[in-house]
Each structure stands twice: as structure tokens, then as C-alpha cells.
């Protein structure tokens, strides 16, 4: 009888032991998967205020409490920001359709990028300006926007080119505090897709 019950003892401790174990291995094993879906904090939006192709002043406090995908362009880019306003234009249907979140382009061309010119070029791609912003005002405001707040190469070229401005053509993500969260390559798919997946958790988290 004594065999029985010790024996029974050691069946149940053992049963609670592996239980306790997995349960451990559980626990240790969430944070780790939580830190890897966590989407770090690399640096803050300076102030700004330009206009936007509608003709209304923009800045920086008109966007808190959104969250934003930032981009830089100009409308006689030959190349490179027509590919990147057409991977734009094809996450306009994979973003969630909120009030809460915008795309917004600011032009290195703010001479010849007027308000009309940009709503032109806005059409062109499609681009549903409720929810997509473009801006344009002062030059030397917007090269230090882009290099110093976003930390994105700005550079003007050799005019007779058929590039004559030099720029990022990653696509930036702004909280609801303005603070930069993430940079992708707009010219990979891959990158578009976490794009994806970051905008719709940083919408989720807490203001």
C-alpha cells in the first residue's frame, strides 16, 4: 500500500513538473516573440509648416494624433519617384481605411512643384487625396526636413541632367507623436509588405 501511494506521489509530481516546465518555456518564450513584433523609436519629425496641393497651411501639430507615411519626391523626377508613387499608389488598398492615418509627400521642387502642379500629379497616380497629402513651400525648409529630421539624402545636381535633384526614395513611418519608427525601400515588395504590418501596429498601439 505504502509502494502504491509513493509511487502515486511520484506520478503526480512528475506530471506537475512537466507542467510546469512547458508553462515556463511558454512564459520565457512571449516576450522574446512580443520584442521581435515591437516597432522601435528611430527619431522625431521637426517642426514645419508648408502648404498642401489643396492650398492650406500644414504642420507638424496639424498630424499628431495620425499616423503617416512620409515620402520625398518631385514632379519632374524622370524615373525613380514615378516607381515610388506607383508602389505608393498600390498600398493605398492595403492600408486600413482610417481617419487616423495618412500618406504624405513633400516635394524637393517646391519652385516648380506649385499646388496645382501637385494636384496634377496626384491625379495621375491616382492617389486619393483625402488621405494622401502633398506638400510644398519653402526650399531650404524642406532640404533640412529631409536630411536633418528625417535623415534622408537630399541633393541638388548638375541642373542640365535629366535628374536634377538627388534624393531618398525610402518611404519613412511616423507615429502619433511624430516620432520616426521605421524607414523601407519602396523599390522591394518585401519592404512594402512589413510597411504593411508596421502601419496597422503602431495603429494599434496606445496614444
Given at each position: ?31 522574446t ?32 494624433g495620425?499616423?503617416?507615411i ?12 514615378p ?7 498600390r ?10 492615418l495618412?500618406l ?18 496626384a ?29 534622408l539624402a ?40 512589413k ?6 501596429q ?6
Open positions: 500500500m505504502k509502494v502504491k501511494t509513493i509511487l502515486n506521489v511520484g506520478v503526480v509530481s512528475t506530471f506537475f513538473v512537466i507542467v510546469g516546465s512547458i508553462l515556463m518555456i511558454v512564459m520565457r518564450g512571449a516576450p516573440r512580443a520584442s521581435a513584433m515591437e516597432v522601435p523609436v528611430l527619431g522625431s519629425v521637426p517642426e514645419f509648416s508648408l502648404t498642401e496641393a489643396n492650398g492650406t497651411t500644414l504642420q507638424r501639430a496639424d498630424l499628431l495620425k499616423v503617416w512620409a515620402s520625398f519626391l518631385f514632379t519632374r523626377c524622370g524615373e525613380a519617384c516607381l515610388m508613387m506607383q508602389q505608393e499608389a498600398l493605398q488598398p492595403d492600408l486600413p481605411l482610417r481617419d487616423d495618412r504624405v509627400s513633400f516635394s524637393v521642387d517646391p519652385d516648380w512643384d506649385t499646388p496645382k502642379v501637385l494636384t496634377e500629379y491625379h495621375t497616380f491616382g492617389a486619393d487625396q483625402s488621405r494622401w497629402l502633398f506638400l510644398t513651400g519653402d526650399k531650404k525648409q524642406v532640404y533640412h526636413l529631409a536630411s536633418d529630421g528625417f535623415h537630399v541633393l541638388p545636381a548638375d541642373p542640365a541632367k535629366e535628374m536634377p535633384i538627388l534624393h531618398s526614395t525610402k518611404l519613412v513611418l511616423v507615429d502619433r507623436g511624430g516620432a520616426i519608427r521605421g524607414y523601407y525601400d519602396s523599390s522591394d515588395p518585401a519592404e512594402m509588405q510597411l504593411v504590418r508596421d502601419v496597422r503602431v495603429l494599434a498601439e496606445r496614444s
